[in-house]
């Protein structure tokens, strides 16, 4: 009989949604049922945000358990290589993939039977830079009860850690070109915060600027959406992603700054108007974060497992 399912990670303190993303796989895992912990080095609890997932040390993991590593710490992959245990990659960013390889041609060489997919574009990635490994989707979680619309204010609310030029170009030629928008609205800038923070200023802001960048699938996008504000800016995947559409935000191509303040101004716009084209939108893109709630992402990562055991 296989032992548990533990995905081994780093520290959880490093504020970053590859570390929030493992435990919510390990949490939804573990309420379906299945035996599911998390293993790090020293078993410290996250502080940024709240999680009911089991940990362990990576001291307590047994030769029978089955392990997810991440697609870019190489030293966990070279750990484990020569480990008898079952091993899986889970791939939240193609980016960082060369990182997690080394010199190494393929995960398949660390003795990695599957890669998991966090969207269809990282399956389409895996698909061509790993031949003939198998990959599989398991689709994010949006906590649509945490992430949910409050008492709305005339805010723009931003994260810039990924565009931090572009942050503040954007804001300006917001002014430059539409003095009386800009005017109407202050800006909330989200930094080092925790998960409640956010979720508190994203359901507070009408507007949310998605500088997003070279991402997977932009899961802050999706809680802005859940959060009840208008999103605008850029969905960072090359191509488009699994989520943007022009009826739930205001999506601008990559790297295009100008078309950016543009869409940051319809979507500026549309709040001060309201009527039902503001709320149409507001509710396909709720209805959008919805797809990937803790059911729906829970019941497709839990048949995955169930299928891997069984």
């Not at 925790?194 to 979720?199: G, I, K, N």
Request: proline share 5%; aromatic share 10%.
């Amino acid at each position: 009989m296989a032992g548990r399912i533990v995905y081994v990670y780093g520290s959880a303190n490093a504020i970053a949604g590859g570390i929030k993303g493992a435990f919510q796989h390990v949490e939804l895992i573990a309420h379906a049922g299945l035996d599911a912990v998390i293993a790090t080095p020293d078993g410290a609890a996250p502080t940024w945000f709240a999680t009911r997932a089991k940990q362990v040390l990576h001291s307590d993991i047994r030769d029978d358990d089955l392990l997810v590593l991440p697609e870019n710490f190489r030293p966990l992959l070279e750990t484990w290589a020569a480990r008898p245990n079952r091993k899986f990659v889970f791939c939240q960013s193609p980016w960082y993939v060369h990182e997690g390889l080394g010199t190494r041609a393929s995960y398949a060489d660390y003795g990695v039977e599957q890669v998991l997919c966090t969207s269809h574009s990282v399956m389409l990635y895996c698909r061509e830079r790993f031949p003939g490994l198998p990959v599989a989707y398991t689709p994010p979680m949006i906590d649509v009860a945490l992430f949910a619309p409050r008492a709305k204010k005339m805010q723009v609310a931003v994260i810039p850690r990924k565009r931090p030029v572009e942050a503040g170009v954007i804001a300006d030629l917001l002014r430059h070109r539409y003095p009386k928008l800009s005017s109407s609205v202050t800006w909330v800038v989200i930094q080092n915060a925790t998960e409640a923070q956010v979720a508190q200023a994203m359901g507070e802001s009408a507007v949310f600027l998605s500088l997003a960048r070279m991402e997977a699938h932009s899961l802050t996008t999706l809680e802005a959406m859940s959060s009840g504000a208008v999103v605008a800016g850029f969905c960072g995947v090359a191509g488009g992603d699994d989520t943007a559409t022009p009826a739930n935000g205001f999506w601008a191509a990559e790297e295009d700054v100008f078309g950016c303040v543009e869409q940051l101004a319809r979507a500026i716009d549309l709040v001060m108007r309201g009527g039902m084209a503001y709320e149409a939108l507001v509710g396909e893109a709720r209805a959008t974060a919805a797809r990937y709630s803790r059911e729906a992402s829970g019941a497709r990562l839990a048949a995955f497992w169930r299928d891997k055991l069984g």
